[in-house]
């Protein structure tokens, strides 16, 4: 989704090495794979070539190296197209491309031989439950896979480098990948050196995510001027011999790069406190970042192992058909309105034999009225019917539903008049695997300066070591500090602390920690890991919380920080949830919203930012 421009803007605002860029998500690269088959699409990212389009010139001319995953599921052709366009600019250019993800006709296979896939990427039992559905791809005939591609790691791009590549085109290369190569070619570290690996997996992590590191998606941006956060920059990591790193930003750009954007960059998607990576296991618990002078921030603490003998496999099928109604009601009675449109629906459903027809059918109350409202706006809210079926017939039985009955309506109803959400439309289902990775065959190619068909294919090998995956930790707080016997004011969590969740999977992410500005940080995390157990996150969570779901917690002590995986919480993944919020990003901001009795000495520093300080002098 990265604009073209963020590329050119890297390369010509300041000085830098490398630009590595991560396109990928789990729909594109499902979406561009089912496009790509049918002919409809070229395979790769188009905001990735826009990008090289803009900034060719500024990368040759600056001896910039380029390393993007933007090839999608044709690396090779968006390396050739850019293979073109250096010779037409007479640009002394290096362009390869790095194959071996995409796995789509070898487990096709599998499942055609043995019936079911590898082992799901969640470890199932201590209460984690796969989703019901999440077997689905064994109807191949209405639920066939469309794609399978693994989470490469960085050695086909290190190879590629050690070619003289100067632009490399990967397809699902992990995230981290291309930060993890540029530093390991650089500094020319083995692949036994996992400290230093994994440093580089944790800096990558960080400037992986557009200008996530630089204030998007900030829970602290209220703080701030909101011009701050206007066309901001992207992140940039310094990353040392040691795989310590900086994180900063080019000079005189908008945005911010401080400790808090930094650590809340950080505890996005996580899955605990062991970070893996097809090159390196990284244990992040010890990490530390340190504020050097404006925009600059060290991160150290962190300490690899050897890879895991598997990596991550996104397989995607194709999932059936969603729609969704959305109605609108004001003010009075909105539940009641509400609960008359879902029983009227339901009614004629029986009807027509469909109550029973639907993989999912979820009636959704979205939003509360204001009391006492000045605008109509403010007192209205909408109500989502959002459905799944393995065929249209009942989705369409849906719309009939409601159409039927349009005319006896609560009071007040209205929509929008374009109704396109409530036609059938189809959708991929998620399901993450691991694979061997010994069974990777994964390759650089380096495209001949004529342009001629390239003569051969550079293996990039496996990792020298392997290390079995560990069962994650997950714990309480061993001992809970009390606070009983203090005073207490009632606060809004997000009046302490700053938070971020994101999707990972079928699961969510929550990493919370106390604002840095309050007057004693030390003491507000030491009452904040205390209280926030995970019953306590359970009964935060709300109606919001099934029973089906479950939760792991671990501690982040030198950086004060509280992170959870709620498994469960998407179904089976972004690409088929039910949730309005489908990527989990929201959570944190709900959980922050909630309030909580905050003892005096935990809320002194907040009260004054929030505007409560006349309720502090009473007490």
């Not at 000085?15 to 089912?34: K, Q, R, S």
């Not at 002919?39 to 990368?59: F, K, M, R, V, Y």
């Not at 609560?410 to 010994?438: E, I, K, N, V």
Request: charged share 25%; glycine share 8%.
């Amino acid at each position: 989704m990265d604009p073209g421009y963020q590329m050119l803007r890297q390369a010509t605002q300041g000085d830098v090495d490398f630009i590595t860029g991560d396109y990928l998500a789990e729909m594109n690269l499902a979406e561009n794979a089912e496009a790509f088959a049918a002919g409809n699409h070229l395979g790769w990212e188009p905001t990735a070539w826009d990008g090289l389009q803009q900034s060719l010139e500024a990368i040759a001319e600056r001896n910039i190296k380029v390393i993007i995953n933007g090839g999608a599921v044709n690396p090779r052709g968006l390396a050739e197209e850019t293979h073109k366009l250096a010779v037409q600019k007479n640009l002394p250019l290096k362009v390869g491309y790095v194959e071996g993800d995409n796995l789509t006709a070898e487990v096709k296979d599998l499942l055609k031989k043995s019936g079911d896939l590898p082992r799901h990427l969640d470890p199932e039992g201590h209460g984690i439950q796969l989703a019901k559905n999440a077997h689905d791809y064994l109807d191949t005939q209405n639920k066939p896979l469309v794609a399978a591609h693994a989470y490469l790691g960085a050695r086909g791009i290190v190879r590629g480098l050690e070619q003289g590549a100067d632009i490399i085109i990967c397809g699902r290369v992990a995230d981290a990948s291309p930060v993890i190569g540029a530093a390991w070619w650089w500094h020319r570290w083995r692949d036994t050196d996992y400290d230093e690996l994994a440093g580089a997996l944790v800096a990558g992590h960080l400037i992986e995510c557009s200008g996530y590191v630089t204030g998007s998606n900030f829970a602290g941006f209220t703080d701030y001027p909101l011009e701050t956060f206007v066309d901001i920059a992207y992140g940039i990591a310094e990353i040392d011999r040691d795989g310590t790193c900086v994180i900063t930003k080019h000079e005189d750009t908008k945005g911010i790069v401080n400790e808090d954007t930094v650590l809340t960059q950080f505890l996005y998607e996580l899955q605990g406190d062991i970070y893996l990576n097809s090159d390196v296991k990284a244990y992040i618990s010890d990490i530390s970042v340190q504020q050097l002078a404006p925009n600059r921030v060290k991160v150290t603490g962190i300490k690899g192992a050897p890879p895991p003998p598997t990596t991550k496999l996104a397989v995607f099928y194709k999932g059936g058909y969603e729609s969704q109604l959305l109605f609108n009601a004001t003010g009075y009675g909105t539940q009641e309105k509400y609960r008359l449109q879902e029983l009227q629906i339901r009614d004629n459903l029986k009807r027509f034999g469909l109550e029973n027809a639907f993989d999912c059918l979820e009636f959704q109350t979205i939003g509360v009225p204001a009391l006492n409202p000045r605008t109509q706006r403010s007192s209205t809210t909408y109500f989502r019917i959002y459905a799944q079926a393995s065929k249209e017939e009942p989705l369409l039985g849906l719309l009939k539903a409601w159409r039927d009955y349009g005319m006896q309506h609560y009071s007040g109803w209205h929509c929008s008049m374009d109704m396109r959400t409530a036609l059938p439309r189809p959708f991929l289902a998620f399901y993450p695997a691991l694979w061997d990775q010994d069974k990777l065959r994964e390759t650089f190619t380096l495209i001949p300066k004529n342009g001629a068909a390239p003569k051969h294919n550079i293996d990039a090998e496996h990792p020298s070591k392997y290390e079995p995956l560990e069962k994650r930790p997950s714990y309480d707080t061993p001992a809970p500090t009390s606070f009983a016997s203090s005073k207490t004011i009632t606060l809004k969590l997000g009046d302490l602390c700053l938070a971020r969740s994101g999707d990972k999977g079928a699961n969510i992410n929550l990493g919370i920690y106390p604002r840095r500005t309050l007057s004693n940080p030390d003491i507000a995390f030491t009452w904040l890991r205390s209280f926030l157990s995970r019953s306590k996150l359970k009964e935060l969570l709300a109606d919001d919380w099934k029973d089906e779901y479950a939760i792991e917690r671990v501690e982040f002590e030198k950086v004060r920080a509280v992170h959870f995986v709620v498994y469960g919480w998407l179904g089976r993944g972004v690409s088929s949830a039910s949730t309005l919020d489908a990527l989990g990003k929201g959570v944190a901001d709900y959980v922050r919203d909630k309030f909580v009795d905050v003892p005096l000495e935990v809320a002194e520093g907040a009260v004054s930012s929030i505007g409560r300080e006349d309720v502090w002098h009473k007490l």
